[in-house]
């Protein structure tokens, strides 16, 4: 296993849907579980492929391995980082004992 630098606090929110006055559905985000990861910002290719496509930015946040990690999914989760909130593209488990990398682009207001 190799050792990474995971120095940076994120957040992985939760996506429940609930009900407004008018009895339409809207998504609530909540905080599901805080991590540190190591972010990997998208190479130079993606982040130029990114700008062509309204200004977006593509980052890999890798995480330890435990319970709640691993259950992370693409389309009830989200990373808030950084300011901004990050839209989970893809998720891959690297092995019990390497972590989880979560994949994912925020785009630019």
């Known amino acids: 296993m190799r050792a990474s630098r995971r120095d940076r606090l994120i957040i992985i ?24 990861a190591a972010v990997y910002y998208g190479s130079g290719k993606e982040q130029r492929e990114a700008a062509q496509v309204r200004g977006s930015q593509v980052a890999s946040f890798e995480i330890l391995s435990d319970s709640k990690s691993r259950a992370i999914s693409v389309i009830d989760h989200r990373v808030s980082f950084d300011g901004g909130t990050w839209n989970i593209t893809a998720k891959q488990d690297l092995g019990l004992n390497d972590g989880v990398r979560v994949t994912a682009i925020r785009e630019a207001p």
């Open 13 to 36: 929110e939760f996506r429940t849907v609930s009900e407004d006055e008018y009895g339409g559905e809207v998504d609530v985000w909540a905080e599901y579980c805080r991590a540190y």
